[in-house]
């Protein structure tokens, strides 16, 4: 079974710039996640989609930060403009049904603003 | 509204036990452990829902008092690759899920 993927690995952009992240979660996962993990820190919930519709965005900076999942499969996570301190790990998971079932991975996007 | 753990830190011979507390301010539906490798992804453990349940995953068992809104991870007859950051993740609610501070562990031979 494939597991979750995401792209690219490394991005390195100036402050203020725009970046955007691209995951694909496990086939048939209808909840898809988003984190943000700082160095040293534990993962920090973003947003949480069931199929299409966002379940959960309530830590989201939305005045910076933007996430769609159309038709319910893929993600793009985007950051416009970006802040120094939005450095981290990007990390995407998906779980066959809610926040109650077990959440799969991907190996993150690790996000460099200089 | 984020957990807190405790130890922060633990080194253990192979063979050597240890517990991780996680503790919420809050009341509780659920705790989630997840242990991590330095620069990999997060793997999943055990979940635990209120009802105070307990759950064994070969050496690893965790248990979850919802009164005390704390659960604990036991780790018995450690080996290397338990080595990493261990992290569990409460939920307190619709849009209330928090990961803790992290337990850094360290098994040496």
């Known amino acids: 079974e494939a597991g979750v993927a995401q792209s690219p690995r490394y991005k390195i952009i100036e402050k203020r710039q725009s970046v955007a992240f691209w995951c694909n979660p496990i086939s048939g996962h209808a909840t898809l996640y988003w984190y943000q993990q700082i160095l040293g820190q534990g993962p920090k919930l973003l947003i949480q989609?069931?199929?299409?519709?966002?379940?959960?965005d309530s830590q989201l900076p939305k005045d910076r930060f933007s996430a769609e999942r159309l038709k319910g499969v893929d993600s793009t996570l985007k950051i416009q403009p970006a802040k120094l301190e939005d450095s981290a790990v990007y990390l995407c998971?998906?779980?066959?049904?809610?926040?109650?079932?077990?959440?799969?991975f991907g190996q993150g996007t690790r996000l460099t603003v200089v | 509204q984020q957990p807190v753990q405790s130890p922060q830190a633990v080194i253990l011979r192979e063979g050597e036990d240890a517990v991780i507390n996680c503790s919420s301010s809050k009341a509780l539906y659920s705790v989630h452990w997840y242990r991590q490798k330095h620069g990999e992804a997060p793997i999943f453990l055990m979940i635990l829902l209120k009802g105070g349940e307990q759950k064994g995953h070969d050496k690893i068992s965790a248990s979850f008092n919802e009164k005390k809104q704390q659960s604990s991870l036991y780790l018995t007859a450690s080996q290397l690759s338990y080595s990493g950051t261990y992290f569990c993740g409460t939920e307190s609610g619709r849009n209330q899920f928090y990961f803790g501070t992290g337990t850094s562990l360290t098994v040496i031979p």
């Open positions: 998971a998906s779980s066959f049904l809610g926040m109650d079932t077990e959440a799969f």
């Open positions: 989609f069931q199929n299409n519709g966002v379940v959960d």
